[in-house]
């Protein structure tokens, strides 16, 4: 089954910020899905936000790679805060690098436990991207790794740009 970031869902103007930021209702340039879709698959770390139980937000860069148009990200060692706090809310927030190229994801993190297919493309997508890094296809075998079931993108260059993409629920 391919992952969500293999279909396009329509891009929307976000009905915030207001007007003062010259967002317009319709028209106007519109940021490239593909081209947001392969700063996720590129870059180097993404910025984790959770928020825990005392409901206290907490913004943490970690690792990931995408496989088969899914994000997985390497989450840590269940004792890790971002783990405890995804284990009672798993509801994130993703941010890249950029304040001049936003590209930002809300959603879920799902533990990902993956079969033997999927560790092995995990771990080869894990050693090409971060090349001092070879880990075995069964090290989450007991956790550590989450995938990311996004429900909206948000991306901008200018506010002008600005660009969102509501994702169909996905169980």
């Known amino acids: 089954m391919p992952g969500a970031f293999a279909t396009q869902p329509a891009p929307e103007r976000p009905t915030t910020p207001d007007r003062g930021y010259g967002v317009p209702a319709a028209g106007g340039e519109m940021i490239d899905w593909a081209s947001c879709v392969d ?9 984790l936000a959770t928020v825990s139980p005392n409901r206290r937000p907490r913004v ?16 840590g060692a269940p004792n890790t805060a971002k783990v405890r706090d995804i284990a009672v809310n798993d509801a994130i927030a993703i941010h890249l690098d950029g304040v001049n190229d936003a590209l930002i994801l809300h959603g879920r993190a799902v533990l990902a436990r993956p079969n033997s297919a999927l560790g092995l493309a995990l771990a080869a997508a894990f050693k090409q991207k971060y090349t001092t890094y070879a880990p075995s296809p069964h090290d989450w075998d007991e956790g550590g790794l989450h995938k990311v079931v996004p429900t909206v993108m948000l991306a901008w260059r200018e506010m002008p740009t600005a660009t969102r993409w509501r994702f169909p629920h996905q169980g």
């Open 39 to 47: 700063r996720l698959r590129t870059a180097n770390a993404y910025w």
């Open 60 to 75: 943490v860069p970690v690792w990931g790679v995408m496989v088969d148009d899914a994000l997985y990200l390497e989450t």
